[in-house]
């Protein structure tokens, strides 16, 4: 991987249903990303095991999307000029999050993990596969998985097989505060994490309040790309434009927090200016940009983490049309 390799991106794909990728409204979407100033779209969707306990990860025809939604979307982001990375996730249907993935009486669970590993390993050469066939400039490995993290020589052997069929770099997307247990990074191209960190204290802080609270995270960052040697980047990152959401900035369901353009602004702008200039440091997919997009004059109504035609956008345009003047370490 190039060592000047610097994301501009943004997170695009989650949450659709199967066969949306495909509709003149996702092409619109991505139109409209495009104009941000984006290089780069995580190109992010999901497919569901039974619960946290499952060892078996199937293809469920009713809900993920299907080899030729994904060439589609790939394709016509590739004509507007952007990058992709592939990012494929498994989410657990009892609706428990996915970190929480694993067994339980830990003495008594490889023979468990062997199989999940074996099903994991199933499910993403799969995309491994079609990355490498629609030229997917790189290929997110996992997702958030916290309690597998652990499992290092599974990891290990599973990045093995995975190099056996894609060319292209690959990350994995730790989550914030569990980086520093990420044993295997030595193996993956970029380090990448889900940075919601909490750096607003309160709701309404302001941007200086957010940096001075940057400042930490970016030390620990520092750390990590000093043990491992590899850059890192914000695989995810955002917050929603919902007042007191920069102080859980992971936050999605809490939807009856007053609209705010301006935390979600100052939000983007802390994170931009204690980052942007670090070498070490390779770059943002922003979470999210949805595929159905809300008409521009909903935007002053709208608390998700989308920030088409609010503030945040014309920040984060100004500073995706900057360049950085030097090769990053």
Known sequence: MANNLFIKGMTYGWNSSRGAYRQPYALDSLKKLKETGSEWIALSFYTYQTNVYSTDIPFDYGHTMTDRD??????????????VCLKPVVNSADGIWRAHIGFPNESAAEPYWDAWFRSYGNFLCHYAELAEELGCE????????????GKTAHWIALIDRVRQIYGGPITYNANHGTEEGVEWFDRVDLIGTSAYYPVAKRPGDSEEAMIANWLPVKEKMARLHAKFGKPIAFIEIGCRSALGCATMP????????????????????????SFWDEPWFAGFFWWDWSVNLYPLQAAGTDVGFDIYG???????KEWYAKSRSYAQA
């Not at 790189?138 to 993290?149: A, P």
């Not at 609010?310 to 920040?315: D, L, N, P, S």
Request: charged share 30%; with cysteine; hydrophobic share 40%.
């Open 250 to 273: 992971w936050d999605y369901d809490t939807l009856d927090l007053p609209y705010s353009e301006e935390e979600q602004a100052n939000f983007y702008g802390s994170v931009l200016k």
């Open 70 to 83: 994904i060439e589609h979307a790939v394709k016509h982001a590739k004509a507007l000029g952007l990058k």
């Open 138 to 149: 790189m290929l997110c490995i996992g997702c958030e998985m916290v309690r597998t993290e």
């Open 310 to 316: 609010k503030k945040a956008e014309r920040i984060l």
